[in-house]
């Protein structure tokens, strides 16, 4: 087995003893290389696995199916590249045995200069299958839609309808897996594309337009309201130049009918 960092090095033991009081809390940390070198019992348990050290310098895929470990890394490796969190991914984990369970898991950066560790913390819950597993399966597809078109004009009706309830029952089902709105969550989609797309030299004008949002001063509010700075001011922070190239005019941002129509804003 390759050797791996140990999880005192960045002083996660106390960590999974406060998340052991909590059975329902999942927690791990991965370095690096994307192989586990700390866990709490719930996470051995969502793996399947005899004990904890059977989990320590092994990866996603010695627990789950090849295609959700290509899912989880490719969040690990995106949390490593951009050193910021991805909140809230609610998931069908498959594994490879056991039956799938739904999680909501987060990720966390880790960059001990201190220790030279690098890596990820994941910190989740599992959620009660039994009575609400229609609703979660809900969710699912309204954030899969969400994702796929979060450039387009969409709304939480358009969200409620792919799912196929009413605009309260999705509001509902959201509120039971993240305590949020539909809306609010749509809004954390563009804005971690915004976050991805403001690394590049686009215009800021553009990168509204491709993240759903009809014209740069709402989005850059929105951005602003959220993060603390402006579009403008997150960009030189990364020591990026915008462009000064103008939109096409097919790519104008023009009226958000959609908008209009249903007498809502965007995030």
Not at 39 to 59: E, K
Request: overall charge positive; some cysteine; hydrophobic content about 40%.
């Amino acid at each position: 087995m390759p050797e791996c960092a140990s999880p005192n090095a960045i002083g996660v033991s106390i960590v999974e003893q406060m998340f052991e009081s909590a059975p329902n809390v999942i927690f791990a940390v991965k370095d690096e290389a994307l192989r586990f070198i700390a866990a709490n019992d719930a996470m051995v348990s969502l793996c399947c696995a005899s004990q904890r050290q059977s989990l320590i310098g092994r990866r996603s895929g010695d627990f789950f199916t090849k295609e959700a470990q290509e899912r989880y890394e490719a969040l690990d490796r995106l949390v490593l590249r951009t050193g910021r969190p991805v909140r809230d991914v609610l998931d069908l984990t498959v594994r490879s045995r056991g039956s799938p369970v739904w999680v909501v898991i987060s990720r966390y950066p880790i960059d001990d200069a201190a220790t030279n560790v690098r890596g990820v913390a994941c910190i989740g819950r599992l959620l009660d299958v039994g009575r609400r597993t229609g609703s979660y399966a809900r969710v699912m597809t309204a954030i899969q839609h969400a994702t796929a078109h979060f450039d387009a004009k969409i709304g939480v009706a358009d969200l409620a309808r792919q799912a196929g309830v009413s605009v309260i029952q999705l509001e509902r089902d959201f509120a039971g897996v993240f305590g949020c709105t539909p809306h609010r969550y749509l809004t954390k989609i563009r804005l971690e594309a915004a976050l991805l797309l403001l690394e590049g030299e686009l215009p800021i004008a553009e990168v509204a337009q491709l993240c759903g949002y009809s014209d740069q001063s709402s989005f850059a509010r929105r951005f602003k309201a959220t993060t603390g700075f402006s579009p403008n001011q997150y960009r030189n922070s990364l020591g990026v130049r915008s462009s000064a190239a103008p939109l096409p005019p097919s790519r104008q941002p023009g009226p958000d009918k959609c908008t209009e129509k249903r007498g809502q804003r965007h995030g």
